[in-house]
Structures are given as structure tokens and as C-alpha cells.
């Protein structure tokens, strides 16, 4: 059975510190790796990535595939207090026949004022 | 605006209610949606594969009698959630893939909070 799995499943830092999120998966079929973030409704999109070791940045936030290692991260810098968000990482890719994308166990960030 | 409009957003109900959801994808038609489902302090669950005009493919482990999907139309697909027991209250969510927008690779509604008391 594919699985996505994150670490550290929760933590917990202050204002300014610099947060490295984890996301491995164990996939056949891999065609993407997503990170969303999600505070109260609905997941907002942060990143796809395809290629490995192709850095996408967007303002504080960065993220890299390692292929080899069938792994990514995600990098917070200067985190601030709106950054508190459960971070999802999703596999998507074709399984059993269908294009899905499958969500990994999440890490709950707290930033601290 | 909203790319998929899911209804309704919360609802709380006795056991033994079914409840129905809807998702509609309101900007382009969408032959394929997904349902996840989401516990307090865990992460998003794909549920089942919903297809337009044929049968929606269940994830192992979820019941197809329990979780009744219907994509009748290239907009709208429905679950039902039949006979609710406390054990099914959870955050319920659709999403539409968008297999041409790099930047949004799925749009998601706004999510369900169902709640059986």
C-alpha cells in the first residue's frame, strides 16, 4: 500500500525561528509531490514538484525533491505567528489505474509569538 | 472566486439520518472529483474516486453502501452518507483536479463539518 508519511508530526517553535518539514513517500507510480497548507476549511496549495533537486521558493517558504531518497522538504524561514497551520504533503500519481493524489499524516507547526 | 462550491457546510443531525453533500465545480466540467475525509487532528483521507456517468472507485477499506457518490454531471458530484452513526461525524471534502494548471493541481471545496449527535 502506498504511504506518505511526515515528520515531526507536531512542533513547536517561536517567532523567527527557521522550521524544516519532512515528507516521505513510498510510491510506484510517482508523477508529482504537493505541499498544501491548511488552517481551518479547505487545503491552500503551496507547492508541486516534479523534478528533483529543483528548489521552488516562495517568499519564506522553499521546498525540494530528492527522488533518490523518495523524499522532500519543506523550509519556513522567519516564521511568524500566521504560519500555525497543519503543513500536508500529497503523493500524486496513477494507482491501481486512477490518478489520485494521497495525503501524508501532516505536521502540526505552532509558531509562538 | 470559488472554483468548487461544496454544500452544504456543517450540518448536525441524530443518528440514523442520511446526509447528502454536494460539489459542484463551478469553473470548468469535471469528469473526475475526490472525496476525503478528515478526523480531528489527522489528515485528509481519500475516500473514493468519483466518475462522471459510471460507478466511483472506493479507497480499501470504505464502504460503498455506507458512502453512496453520484456523478451524474460533468458539474456535480453528491455523497450521501446513509445511515449516519457518531462514528462518521468528521470534516468531509471534495476537490477537483486541474490536470492543466500547474500552479492548482486540485481545487477543493470549502469542506463539510458533519457532526451526528
Known amino acids: 500500500e502506498d504511504k506518505v508519511v511526515q515528520s515531526p508530526l507536531s512542533l513547536v517553535v517561536h517567532e523567527g525561528d527557521t522550521v524544516t518539514l519532512n515528507c516521505s513517500y513510498e510510491v510506484t507510480n510517482f508523477r508529482s509531490l504537493l505541499w498544501y497548507k491548511q488552517e481551518k476549511k479547505a487545503p491552500t496549495f503551496l507547492f508541486m514538484l516534479t523534478s528533483s533537486g529543483i528548489e521552488k521558493k516562495s517568499g519564506r517558504l522553499s521546498s525540494i525533491l530528492d527522488k533518490k531518497e523518495l523524499s522532500s522538504i519543506l523550509n519556513i524561514t522567519a516564521t511568524q505567528t500566521g504560519d500555525s497551520a497543519i503543513y500536508l504533503c500529497a503523493q500524486g500519481g496513477f494507482t491501481s489505474g486512477t490518478y489520485k493524489y494521497i495525503f501524508g499524516t501532516g505536521t502540526r507547526l505552532k509558531v509562538l509569538a | ?117
Not at chain 2, 54 to 64: L, W
Not at chain 2, 70 to 94: G, K, M, Q, R
Request: proline fraction near 4%; charge should be neutral.
Open chain 2, 1 to 117: 472566486g470559488a472554483v468548487v462550491s461544496q454544500h452544504p457546510s456543517r450540518v448536525i443531525c441524530k443518528s440514523g439520518t442520511s446526509v447528502k453533500i454536494e460539489c459542484r465545480s463551478l469553473d470548468f466540467q469535471a469528469t473526475t472529483m475526490f472525496w476525503y475525509r478528515q478526523f480531528p487532528k489527522q489528515s485528509l483521507m481519500l475516500m473514493a474516486t468519483s466518475n462522471e456517468g459510471s460507478k466511483a472507485t472506493y479507497e480499501q477499506g470504505v464502504e460503498k453502501d455506507k458512502f453512496l457518490i453520484n456523478h451524474a454531471s460533468l458539474t456535480l458530484s453528491t455523497l450521501t452518507v446513509t445511515s449516519a452513526h457518531p462514528e462518521d461525524s468528521s470534516f468531509y471534502i471534495c476537490s477537483v483536479p486541474d490536470r492543466v494548471n500547474s500552479n492548482q493541481p486540485q481545487h477543493f471545496g470549502d469542506g463539510t463539518r458533519l457532526s451526528i449527535l
